[in-house]
């Protein structure tokens, strides 16, 4: 892998959005190409760094039987893992922003072996919230810098590099709830820790990453630091901060629904319909991997088409979907999760490269912000729908949901980037 990536080619250069891509760090390069052979690494590693974290919720059927918890302690454990996720990355991505840290990639995956360990081993809910909160430290710290590896290796192709580094996050993601089904649920919260081999191998590739990382900050110029107003678009401070006010909104549209799924579809469907636990978690994978393919296809396809499209569709095109599905059965629940996952889930990697276009040289900030608000969200979205079912109902929960793809209206406000 380290012969793969010192053979791919960045120069020193000057441009946002032309031929020459600036690396949003600080630096400028000259892509021939995406570095295909990073930015796979950066997905590899991101799969794993996701399939660590993506446990949590996928054991809290196992996790409420044993420690006894309503589904409001159920939403604290997701708080969290969610709140330091939320609350660290904006400040990490800022500090990387002024002094990049190739290392703390791996750093951060060693952070969430750490919580994976301690998740093991919890004999009490404390020692359970505990370990989520190191494992959403491990997230804080892997994802801005990710990104901006990501941005760096993309070759001007700046979707396409977002969405083939987040799309391993989101295997990843998919993947806990089918591993947990065949390894953790027969064999207990122990076999838990069986999962630190992914999170090693984490370590091993992102170290690699981090070499290639470090020798292009050394070969390549320094450039001056651009500030909020100064943009590539053209647009006043005023308008940029309006309008990434306008693309956080449609974050917690996208995050707040999406937590209705990842913490409580299971519950959803074996309340329902009466499926087995394993066969619930089943069925998590197959929206889980629709989130995955989402993902894929909305990079490119705002490379393409413009990325205000993909944002104006992907959100708000989920309406139909959405508000179907409380009302079908089990086939068609299942059925209606995947388009659900696949539209919704490509507008991220579009909402990203379009703010990192508003703030060129922040992709740090934007990163941490963009990240982290999006794990904030998950987290109070947890928190909130795991009260409001303990009040009213898992089946009502969903019902109430499906109208939140409707705040995708206000993407009709977000400027047309040059």
């Known amino acids: 892998m380290r012969a793969g990536m010192r053979a791919e080619t960045l120069e020193a250069g000057a441009v946002e959005r032309g031929s020459v891509p600036s690396g949003g760090d600080g630096t400028s390069v000259r892509a021939t190409g995406p570095a295909l052979t990073v930015l796979l690494g950066l997905s590899l590693s991101h799969l794993l760094n996701d399939l660590v974290q993506s446990l949590l919720p996928a054991i809290y059927p196992l996790l409420k039987q044993s420690f006894h918890?309503?589904?409001?302690?159920?939403?604290?454990?997701?708080?969290?893992?969610?709140?330091t996720a939320s609350l660290l990355q904006p400040a990490i991505g800022l500090s990387t922003d002024r002094n990049p840290m190739p290392f703390s990639l791996a750093a951060g995956m060693a952070v969430s072996l750490v919580g994976l360990g301690l998740l093991s081993l919890a004999p009490t809910y404390a020692v359970l919230l505990a370990a989520a909160a190191l494992i959403g430290l491990g997230s804080a710290i892997f994802h801005p810098e990710a990104s901006r590896v990501a941005r760096l290796a993309s070759g001007g192709r700046y979707g396409l590099a977002q969405s083939v580094f987040q799309v391993g996050g989101n295997a990843g993601t998919a993947l806990g709830p089918l591993l947990a089904a065949f390894v953790v649920v027969p064999h207990g919260q122990g076999s838990?820790?069986?999962?630190?081999?992914?999170?090693?191998?984490?370590?091993?590739?992102?170290?690699?990453?981090?070499?290639?990382?470090a020798g292009r900050l050394a070969a390549a110029?320094?450039?001056?630091?651009?500030?909020?107003?100064?943009?590539?678009?053209?647009?006043?401070?005023?308008?940029?901060?309006?309008?990434?006010a306008i693309l956080l909104a449609l974050i917690f549209s996208k995050f707040f629904y999406t937590a209705s799924f990842s913490s409580y579809y299971t519950f959803y469907l074996i309340h329902r319909f009466g499926v087995p636990v394993a066969q619930s978690q089943l069925y998590l994978f197959v929206f889980l991997g629709s989130v995955a393919a989402g993902t894929l296809l909305g990079g490119p396809i705002g490379d393409r088409f413009g990325r205000k499209l993909v944002i104006w569709v992907s959100i708000l095109g989920v309406l139909p979907f959405t508000l179907a599905l409380p009302h079908v059965n089990l086939f068609w629940t299942v059925a209606l999760s995947v388009p659900i996952g696949l539209i919704l889930a490509s507008a991220m990697p579009a909402i990203l490269v379009y703010a990192q276009d508003l703030?060129?040289?922040?992709?740090?900030?934007?990163?941490?912000?963009?990240?982290?608000?999006?794990?904030?969200?998950?987290?109070l979205g947890a928190a909130l729908l795991g009260e409001l079912a303990d009040r009213i109902g898992i089946e009502q929960v969903y019902a109430l949901c499906a109208y939140l793809p409707l705040i995708g209206l206000l993407a009709v406000m977000l400027p047309r980037l040059r």
């Open 69 to 83: 918890l309503d589904f409001g302690q159920i939403g604290l454990l997701t708080l969290a893992f969610q709140a």
């Open 359 to 379: 703030l060129p040289g922040r992709v740090g900030l934007v990163g941490g912000l963009f990240f982290g608000f999006a794990f904030g969200m998950g987290g």
């Open 192 to 213: 838990v820790a069986w999962f630190g081999l992914a999170a090693l191998s984490g370590i091993a590739v992102l170290s690699a990453v981090g070499r290639w990382y």
């Open 221 to 244: 110029p320094r450039t001056p630091r651009v500030t909020i107003g100064s943009d590539a678009a053209g647009l006043s401070r005023a308008r940029i901060v309006a309008t990434i």
